[in-house]
């Protein structure tokens, strides 16, 4: 069974810090992987996409890859009061274009 | 504007009752999938199609059925055999590659009378 493992917080972090998400997952075959953003009652959004190994900007975030230990991060620098949601991880299934997606990180910045 | 569009939002499930959610991109996307969330939980699979007039079961297809005769269109079917039904239910479509990513819907939230 394939996996993809989250701590599932809650994450709790002062306005202006910076807020670190991880991601574990067990399919060594993976090519790519995503971070999405989910407020409450609302749908994933997709802010953040990697596929190869090393950090990858934009904007306040940050992904990091390392496929050798199979491990994916997401940064947010500054955090916003606005930052504050459930954050999912995905990993894509080497078969059929399918995501795996983990339990989900909730993240909460203090004003 | 292009985009997915899932109605209804809210729909209310009576016993013994087949209920259908509709799900429309017009992105020309390929590859389309529905999953289901329940409170707290991450994102389950429970039906995928790649390409017209083809589908795959997800991990968690019992007591649902889908459809899809058109590229556009991938209804899903919530039967009564599908004991509790109750749960955030979310469409996505995936553009041209496996490694692409999926986008969302808005979700329909499927409740028991």
């Known amino acids: 069974q394939k996996e993809v493992e989250q701590n599932s917080g809650p994450l709790s972090v002062p306005e202006g810090a910076i807020a670190s998400l991880n991601c574990t997952y067990s399919?060594?075959?993976?090519?790519?992987f995503f971070w999405y953003r989910q407020y409450s009652g609302k749908s994933p959004e997709l802010i953040m996409s990697?596929?190869?190994?090393g950090d990858k900007e934009d904007g306040r975030f940050t992904a990091q890859l390392n496929k050798a230990s199979q491990y994916v991060s997401l940064l947010i620098r500054d955090s916003q009061p606005s930052d504050s949601a459930t954050y999912l991880c995905?990993?894509?299934?080497?078969?059929?274009?399918?995501?795996?997606f983990g339990q989900g990180t909730e993240l909460s910045v203090k004003p | 504007d292009g985009g997915i569009t899932q109605s209804p939002k809210y729909l209310f499930r009576k016993e013994g009752q087949n209920v259908t959610l509709s799900c429309e991109q017009n992105l020309n996307h390929d590859a389309m999938y529905w999953y289901r969330q329940d409170p707290g939980q991450g994102l389950r699979l429970i039906y995928y199609s790649q390409i017209v007039n083809d589908f795959q079961k997800g991990d968690i297809a019992e007591g649902y059925s889908v459809s899809r005769e058109k590229k556009e269109s991938f209804p899903l079917t919530v039967t009564s055999a599908q004991k509790n039904p109750t749960a955030f239910y979310l469409c996505?479509?995936?553009?041209?590659?496996?490694?692409?990513?999926?986008?969302f819907g808005d979700g329909t939230r499927l409740s028991i009378l």
């Open positions: 996505a479509s995936r553009g041209e590659g496996f490694t692409a990513p999926q986008h």
């Open positions: 399919d060594r075959g993976s090519q790519s």
């Open positions: 995905a990993v894509n299934d080497n078969q059929g274009g399918k995501l795996i």
């Open positions: 990697i596929y190869s190994n």
